[in-house]
């Protein structure tokens, strides 16, 4: 993933957060702790974040932003979404060891809440025509293939995944 130049500070505490979940437990670790593993203080910690759990929030903004910014099609055909899911998951399983790390702490309920956020905020701006609950029908969706294929090592192919996604959706 690159990092703005503006942002390096953030990417450290996002390095140190992980890099503590995968040697202690995520309520063990305190901001005293991340601050001190990313090189900075506790007030320049304060400045980005306000708690732990924003840090896993910014980490997963970055991805979407990052992944949303090297999109350059409007999908208009099935063959066209199946594209976009292959896409999705190939990002979500480059990043399977911090979620693997989120799933151990019990934190996907973070995952949970932040693809509920960013489907409702899409229906409202691109689909509001649309039922108030087919936002969550495709976040419940996501989060559930994904933790299902986490679970299973990310071994499913993503082509067959996404097809599956796909015509779910279509038919």
């Not at 305190?30 to 203080?41: E, F, L, P, Q, R």
């Not at 306000?50 to 992944?67: G, H, L, M, Q, T």
């Not at 409202?124 to 108030?132: A, H, I, Y």
């Amino acid at each position: 993933m690159e990092w703005a130049p503006e942002e390096y500070t953030r990417y450290y505490i996002v390095q140190a957060l992980f890099r503590l979940m995968s040697e202690y437990e995520y309520d063990r670790i305190s901001v005293t702790d991340i601050a001190g593993k990313a090189g900075v203080g506790r007030a320049t910690f304060y400045r980005y974040f306000k708690r732990k759990e924003d840090i896993i929030i910014y980490y997963f903004e970055r991805i979407k932003n990052n992944f949303v910014f090297s999109q350059h099609i409007y999908p208009r055909c099935r063959e066209d979404y199946v594209k976009l899911v292959k896409e999705i998951l190939y990002l979500f399983k480059e990043n399977k060891e911090y979620l693997r790390l989120l799933r151990k702490a019990k934190l996907d309920g973070i995952y949970l809440d932040y693809l509920n956020k960013r489907f409702v905020e899409k229906f409202q701006s691109e689909f509001s025509d649309k039922s108030e609950y087919m936002p969550y029908i495709y976040s419940g969706m996501l989060f559930n293939l994904s933790m299902k294929w986490l679970d299973d090592d990310c071994r499913q192919d993503m082509t067959e995944l996404a097809e599956l996604v796909v015509d779910a959706i279509y038919k």
